[in-house]
């Protein structure tokens, strides 16, 4: 360890500044927002630097003095020339000043890290001045994986410490914290929802210590693949997971970031084709947290597109379960990212139209094609590989011309990625030729046309080649 981490309770004590341009307005930002009573002396002062601190900071535009640093508790020299940044280095040394000279590491006495700042929770780097650009890396890191409303768990903890201490016995309180941050009061303070945090952590302090204690259930998205669009949310509920339980979609290397000793479900359909029951999965889901653990329960895509996440909900709350939602990139969007195509463009489509092509079993698609044909814009059809030929026919039969531009996307985001166009007269024959097989949408409509991907002629003419 070159320097030792410590942190300063700054508030209403003297801070110095000596330089009045951007380096200096930086380390000024940071005096402040620790509290500090800033003064900033220099010869003269950058306009912004003037505009911003004018009225929250003491500017002196004279030469320093060494009784200006001995007054001081920290001092920082910026945007000074060397030559005189020495000569006050020296003072301070005397002084026994603590100093800090921007960009020059062997004046200093003291450095500043690079913050991550979640209010009363703070996370500090340094690399010992060794690479400045490794410690912002490693900031953005942290700043990753920390929850915005840390600074708020932190702070409603401190609200309850007193009380905690008063009702729990000291043997316990240990494992009683340990459970509140696992628990679903923590999850409702980073979710937000503070007042019922409240009732609820009322209930836990006063109620006697035999009664079992909930988990929660967090429904997530996955994405449609890709594991670089999992949101930043995801990834922290997946690290933080002790079950999860997953769908078909959800990709191996999105699995491969949940935390190691995560107990895994798949619940998505078998290769024998049989799907564990909803009813299933859902008693699953409460039984878990009425466990106490802490579940994930990850599906493809935005849980609320085509996902049943809805149901999942409602089957929790009733149960009584504390359940919270993380959206998902759901496919279509995915999809038109990695094909390169709006799905709403001010030329061809004022509006997107998402529907679902399944139906129980070999029955047609329950849709209203009339009203989907007579819309000029852009119909999504998920689930629609198996009946693509049945949902063409009825959109034409209902006036939609065969040569509305179609694409289909299979695998899209991932590294099998297939993406076909052609147009909607001969959608069935695009995809027995180009052997898609799902999972895949069908995208309808002008925007179509603008999709990256291969042709009917394209794809015989690679299969010539290849023959
Ligand atoms: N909740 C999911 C959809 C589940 S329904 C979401 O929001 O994306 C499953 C259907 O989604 C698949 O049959 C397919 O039509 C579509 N799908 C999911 N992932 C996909 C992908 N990576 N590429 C293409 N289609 C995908």
């Known amino acids: 360890m070159k320097a030792f981490p410590a942190y300063i309770d700054l508030r209403g004590r003297p801070v110095l500044i000596l330089g009045g341009g951007a380096a200096a307005l930086a380390k000024a930002r940071l005096m402040l927002a620790a509290g500090a009573k800033l003064t900033l002396i220099a010869a003269d002062f950058a306009p912004e630097t003037k505009a911003e601190l004018e009225t929250q900071a003491r500017l002196i535009a004279r030469e320093p003095v060494a009784a200006d640093i001995e007054a001081s508790v920290l001092v920082f020299i910026a945007d000074t020339e060397e030559s005189e940044a020495w000569r006050w280095a020296e003072v301070a040394r005397l002084a026994g000043v603590l100093l800090n000279v921007v960009d020059q590491p062997e004046l200093c006495d003291f450095t500043t890290p690079s913050i991550v700042d979640r209010g009363r929770v703070t996370v500090s780097i340094s690399t010992g001045g060794a690479a400045p650009v490794l410690g912002k890396r490693l900031r953005a890191d942290i700043e990753a994986l920390l929850p915005p409303r ?40 980073l979710a937000g929802d503070e007042a019922r945090a409240h009732e609820a952590m009322l209930a836990l302090v006063n109620r006697p210590q035999a009664e079992e204690k909930t988990g929660a259930v967090h429904i997530v998205g996955a994405g449609p693949g890709d594991p670089d669009l999992l949101t930043i949310k995801a990834l922290r509920l997946l690290q933080r997971a002790d079950v999860i339980l997953y769908d078909r979609l959800v990709s191996d290397e999105i ?37 106490g653990k802490m579940v994930v329960r990850l599906k493809g895509g935005d849980p609320f597109v085509f ?53 129980k079993g070999e029955a047609d698609p329950a849709l209203d094609w009339s009203a989907l044909a007579a819309l000029k814009n852009t119909l999504v059809v998920y689930m629609g590989v198996t009946k693509a030929e049945t949902i063409a026919a009825k959109l034409i039969e209902h006036g939609r011309g065969r040569d509305t531009p179609v694409a289909v996307i299979e695998n899209g985001t991932r590294e099998n990625q297939k993406i076909v166009k052609g147009a909607l007269g001969y959608l069935a024959h695009l995809i027995t030729a180009s052997e898609i097989k799902g999972p895949a949408l069908l995208v309808i409509g002008e925007v179509a046309a603008l999709a990256d991907g291969e042709t009917l002629i394209d794809i015989i003419a690679r299969q010539r080649a290849a023959a």
């Open 150 to 189: 840390l600074g708020a768990l932190a702070e409603f903890a401190d609200r309850y410490r007193d009380t905690v201490k008063a009702t729990i016995a000291p043997e316990e309180r240990r494992t009683f914290w340990e459970e509140f941050f696992d628990g679903p009061i923590a999850a409702q303070i």
């Open 255 to 291: 699995l491969s970031l949940a935390r190691r000793d995560a107990e895994r479900f798949y619940v998505g359909k078998a290769k024998s084709n049989h799907a564990v029951p909803q009813e299933e999965i859902e008693a699953r889901l409460i039984e878990f947290a009425r466990q």
């Open 307 to 359: 996902g049943r996440g809805g149901e999942e909900l409602e089957a929790l709350r009733n149960a009584n379960i504390p359940v919270f939602v993380c959206p998902g990139v759901t496919a279509a969007t995915g999809c038109a990212a990695a094909a390169n195509m709006a799905l709403t463009h001010r030329d061809h489509a004022q509006a997107v139209t998402f529907v679902t092509g399944h139906a």
